[in-house]
């Protein structure tokens, strides 16, 4: 899968574990709704470091534990 495929599965799940949707997501962190929808869906290539940082602050998760998933291992991505 390519990367920004891995975000958009990451932050569905992330928004699945917490019980909250995409738009309750992007209000508190942030994150203009329209920009989370353009990463959801996969016309982001490569989303800004801010933004995932926004986006782990309002899940109370380390960036770190943002990329802490499967989705990222090497063998699962690609160019």
């Given at each position: ?42 016309k982001v290539n ?27 291992n090497f063998n699962?991505?690609?160019?």
């Amino acid at each position: 899968m390519l990367f920004k495929e891995a975000v958009s599965k990451r932050i569905l799940e992330l928004c699945d574990n917490n019980k909250i949707n995409p738009n309750r997501l992007a209000e508190i962190s942030t994150v203009p709704p329209s920009t989370l929808r353009d990463i959801i869906s996969c016309k982001v290539n490569n989303p800004s470091s801010y933004v995932i940082y926004q986006i782990c602050k309002a899940l109370k998760i380390s960036i770190i534990e943002f990329y802490d998933s499967e989705l990222f291992n090497f063998n699962n991505l690609k160019d």
